[in-house]
C-alpha cells in the first residue's frame, strides 16, 4: 500500500514538473507564485491587467506573463 502512494505521489510530481517545464502555471500555481488570492488573480484577468491562455478550457497563464504583472 505505501508503495501505490510512493508511485502516485512520483507521478504527481512528474506531471507538475512537466508542466513547469513547458513555462504553464495553473491557476493554483500563480496564487502559490505571487501569494495573491484566486479573487485577486481573476480580477486582475477581468480588467485586462494579467494575461490569460482558456483555449484549453481552463485558465493557464505563461511564468513570464505573471512576473510582467507582478512587475507593473
Same mark, same amino acid.
Given at each position: 500500500?505505501?508503495?501505490?502512494?510512493?508511485?502516485?505521489?512520483? *507521478? #504527481?510530481?512528474?506531471?507538475?514538473?512537466?508542466? $513547469? &517545464? /513547458?513555462?504553464?502555471?495553473? !491557476?493554483?500555481?500563480?496564487?502559490?507564485?505571487?501569494?495573491?488570492?484566486?479573487?485577486?488573480?481573476?480580477? *486582475? #484577468?477581468?480588467?485586462?491587467?494579467?494575461?490569460? $491562455? &482558456? /483555449?484549453?478550457?481552463?485558465? !493557464?497563464?505563461?511564468?513570464?506573463?505573471?512576473?510582467?504583472?507582478?512587475?507593473?
Amino acid at each position: 500500500m505505501n508503495d501505490e502512494i510512493i508511485d502516485q505521489l512520483k *507521478s #504527481i510530481l512528474n506531471l507538475h514538473s512537466s508542466e $513547469s &517545464k /513547458k513555462g504553464w502555471l495553473t !491557476l493554483k500555481d500563480v496564487c502559490e507564485y505571487t501569494k495573491l488570492s484566486s479573487s485577486t488573480i481573476y480580477r *486582475s #484577468i477581468r480588467r485586462g491587467e494579467l494575461k490569460v $491562455s &482558456k /483555449k484549453t478550457g481552463k485558465n !493557464l497563464f505563461r511564468k513570464e506573463w505573471v512576473d510582467q504583472f507582478l512587475g507593473e
